[in-house]
């Protein structure tokens, strides 16, 4: 992949607020028919997967996959939501993104909150942690005992970061006010695990707990791998953008720190155009059914860092970025570098 470099100037960032200027006002009327479409089939398609399984399981797993597209999307709405760029009132956001977090298990102002610090300091060595994927840079690596490697190693195992990973942070951590919540988004949680455990009592009440537990488990788990795996993706490439907080600019970290991930129209879809990544990291304010109509109009977008599905599985092998040649790499490629080669250890042996 081509590293992607933008040139930096006053005249350049002038120029792409005026290519996203014509994109950035939501349209309630588009906005309340994604809502339609993305919820109401999620409904339908969890009721025919109960009436399924009278029937067989693995049609009630089939249609777990299309549920857990739906669920996607509908995060996709909380997401937006987030980002104040679903509706014009902000009052409709706040409504609509909590309620939509409920769906998808998320507590929906604590996660904006962290979503937020996310797109403030993507790409910037000195300030991760919030709202990211751990990545130690090489020399962190090497630095640490062979401990806390193995538990970095562990961390970025793929069974674990979008097995296990997934569902810890959905189900477990997002149960839980964050240490820097302020009251708004301690309340949050509190409204959202009491919405949820009603939710879930209800079901369960009405469907039974074995056929609940049949139903709502392969849709956590298959809309949990889909989601992880989109935010992954798109920042964990080879050429992504990492730099020392005095050399960041957030306009470059934005485009060359964010993929252009071409999915198939149908994923495209179900993903809520979240692949179009380089351009919402430049303006979140832009709809995500806005997105690819920015793209096809503007060539600069175009020349975005693009990972297609099947190039985008080896990214699952990078896990440490080389600040020396501004890279992630693999493990595979570090051990190369630091195992010294036979000529070598018997030079240092002679010493």
């Known amino acids: 992949m081509a590293k992607f470099t933008p040139p930096q100037s006053s005249a350049t960032a002038i120029s792409w607020r005026e290519m996203i200027k014509p994109y950035i006002t ?3 009327w588009r906005s309340i028919w994604q809502i339609i479409n993305s919820v109401v089939p999620f409904v339908v398609v969890f009721y025919l997967m109960y009436r399924s399984l009278a029937v067989s399981y693995a049609l009630t797993l089939a249609l777990s996959i299309l549920a857990a597209g739906f669920m996607v999307r ?20 706040l409504i609509v993104g909590t309620i939509a977090g409920i769906l998808v298990n998320t507590p929906y102002l604590q996660w904006t909150r962290e979503h937020a610090i996310h797109h403030a300091t993507s790409g910037d060595l ?21 401990f806390d490697r193995f538990k970095y190693r562990l961390y970025r195992n ?9 569902h810890y942070i959905f189900m477990f951590c997002s149960r839980f006010v964050g240490k820097n919540s302020g009251p708004r988004e301690r309340q949050g949680v509190y409204l959202t695990n009491v919405a949820l455990f009603a939710l879930w009592g209800s079901l369960i009440w009405a469907m039974g707990l074995k056929a609940f537990l049949l139903v709502w488990v392969p849709i956590q788990i298959f809309a949990g791998i889909w989601g992880v795996w989109l935010f992954y993706v798109q920042h964990q490439y080879e050429n992504t953008y990492w730099k020392r907080h005095e050399e960041w600019d957030y306009a ?10 071409k999915l198939p129209p149908l994923v495209q879809w179900f993903s809520g ?4 990544h380089h351009i919402h990291h430049l303006c979140a304010k832009i709809p995500n059914y806005k997105l690819e109509a920015c793209y ?21 092998n990078l896990k ?23 000529e070598a250890a018997a030079e240092a042996s002679l010493a």
């Open 126 to 146: 000195d300030r991760r942690g919030v709202g990211d994927v751990e990545t130690l840079t090489v020399n962190e690596y090497l630095s640490r005992s062979k």
């Open 158 to 166: 793929p069974l674990v970061t979008f097995g296990i990973g997934p």
């Open 296 to 316: 096809k109009a503007n060539p600069f977008f175009q020349d975005a860092p693009t990972l297609t599905f099947w190039k985008s599985l080896r990214c699952m």
């Open 273 to 276: 155009n979240i692949g179009f």
């Open 26 to 28: 939501p349209d309630n």
């Open 252 to 261: 470059t970290a934005a485009v060359q720190g964010s993929s252009y991930y």
């Open 74 to 93: 509908i995060f996709i709405i909380m997401h937006d939501c987030g980002h104040s760029s679903f509706f014009q009132s902000r009052r409709a956001n």
């Open 320 to 342: 440490l970025w080389d600040e020396e040649n501004q890279r992630l790499i693999g493990f595979g490629e570090l051990k190369k570098r630091t195992v010294p080669t036979p």
